[in-house]
């Protein structure tokens, strides 16, 4: 997978902005099923270029996991914050066993899942899976927290660490 992981040296070496050239190391590692390493090997081969220094400088703040570059925006103002770090696309089991959801970004040991609600989630369909979703994981105990575009990055991160309260709350009962 040289050519994907080529490409994501360069896109990232000619955007301009930490943060958009990691949404788009994430995104190219994620749409091409590529791994950070294959990425950090390209741009060892390409020592010298112009940006290339930089881009493998930013290689610690990747994740290919995430699934769109709002998810990644997300995680970095996360992990700009006090919060912990979270995990990536954390699937969420029921009690049997099945998988009930998949969250952006979450907690587990303290039950929080984070999502991050586009434009899509508007449309009635995915409106209403996303109720039956908070409702199902409310049932298991979980905190949800749904955040969407516009949203400040301090509100954001507030509405996380209450979350995460709420959760050790209810374990310290």
Not at 151 to 160: C, E, K
């Amino acid at each position: 997978m040289v050519a994907p992981a080529r490409a994501a040296v360069d896109v990232a070496r000619w955007t301009r902005g930490h943060d958009l050239k990691i949404c788009a190391i994430d995104s190219i590692c994620n749409s091409a099923s590529i791994t950070l390493q294959a990425v950090e090997d390209a741009a060892g081969r390409m020592v010298g270029q112009h940006g290339v220094r930089a881009v493998a400088d930013l290689l610690p703040h990747c994740d290919p996991g995430a699934q769109s570059p709002q998810e990644t925006e997300m995680r970095l103002r996360i992990a700009r914050s006090h919060l912990p770090t979270p995990t990536s696309q954390l699937e969420i089991f029921n009690e049997y066993g099945q998988k009930v959801a998949t969250a952006d970004l979450g907690y587990e040991a303290e039950k929080v899942a984070i999502f991050y609600d586009g434009r899509g989630h508007s449309r009635e369909a995915q409106w209403l899976y996303d109720v039956q979703i908070n409702a199902e994981l409310a049932d298991l105990g979980w905190e949800v927290v749904r955040l969407a575009k516009g949203m400040l990055a301090g509100i954001a991160v507030h509405h996380i660490e209450q979350a995460l309260d709420r959760s050790r709350r209810k374990k310290d009962r």
